[in-house]
């Protein structure tokens, strides 16, 4: 059954430093998502992304995050300068179907702790 | 931000009776509502769905109901199995944002044998 992958999918790093999540979703999906799970608290929506643009996104997702569709697989996320709150669960997702059809489905997940 | 709430935090349940998961909403805006279904060390899989024309949605074992004047939905399984034991998420979406989910903080089910 077709799946969406995420690499890595735990990733330890230094506060202030770069770090890129990646994706590949669903190959005949056209819609793509970023989502976070904050431990403890709710999965919360960051991005969408279709016809490689951004279609909207959170509050959350500051100039520090940034994505890209940089080539006809890959799906990834950039968060620039880590902070230590942006320690959570990363999850990706992506579906296909029209502008309002299709459920979404998730990776299993990249767990970024930023010490 | 609470538009949707799970109060329940976790449910146990006998195999073979019935669970029943409640979720509550607060923005009369959603349209679409969704189950997801979380394993450890997983992502969300989608269970069930149901939109808000209609109050009552089966597949198999699992059935999720609508009362959208009490905005209220309610996942049933029947009969829970062991294998159900996970963390289910209830979502809701607009229409004009589909794929922006606002997820539940979750109920932990656990079927014991």
């Known amino acids: 059954e077709p799946e969406v992958t995420q690499t890595p999918s735990h990733q330890v790093t230094q506060m202030g430093q770069e770090v890129i999540l990646r994706c590949v979703p669903i190959?005949?999906?056209?819609?793509f998502y970023w989502y976070r799970q904050i431990l403890g608290q709710k999965v919360e929506f960051l991005v969408s992304f279709y016809n490689n643009e951004i279609s909207e996104k959170s509050e959350i997702f500051d100039d520090q995050f940034s994505v890209e569709r940089p080539d006809g697989s890959n799906f990834t996320l950039k968060i620039r300068s880590t902070k230590l709150e942006d320690s959570a669960m990363y999850f990706c997702a992506s579906r296909w179907g029209t502008l309002n059809t299709g459920e979404l489905f998730f990776g299993e997940g990249s767990r970024l702790t930023v010490l | 931000d609470q538009q949707v709430k799970q109060n329940s935090p976790s449910l146990s349940v006998q195999e073979g009776r019935i669970s029943i998961l409640n979720c509550d909403y607060t923005?009369?805006?959603?349209?679409?509502f969704l189950w997801y279904k979380k394993y450890p060390a997983e992502g969300p899989t989608f269970l069930i769905s149901i939109s808000s024309i209609k109050d009552k949605n089966e597949d198999g074992r699992f059935t999720v109901f609508l009362n959208k004047s009490a905005k209220h939905l309610s996942l049933h399984i029947v009969p829970s199995q062991p294998g159900d034991s996970a963390v289910y998420f209830c979502?809701?979406?607009?229409?004009?944002?589909?794929?922006?989910?606002?997820f539940g903080a979750g109920t932990q089910v656990v079927v014991t044998p």
């Open positions: 979502a809701a979406v607009t229409t004009d944002s589909w794929g922006k989910l606002q």
């Open positions: 923005n009369s805006m959603f349209d679409y």
């Open positions: 190959s005949n999906h056209l819609y």
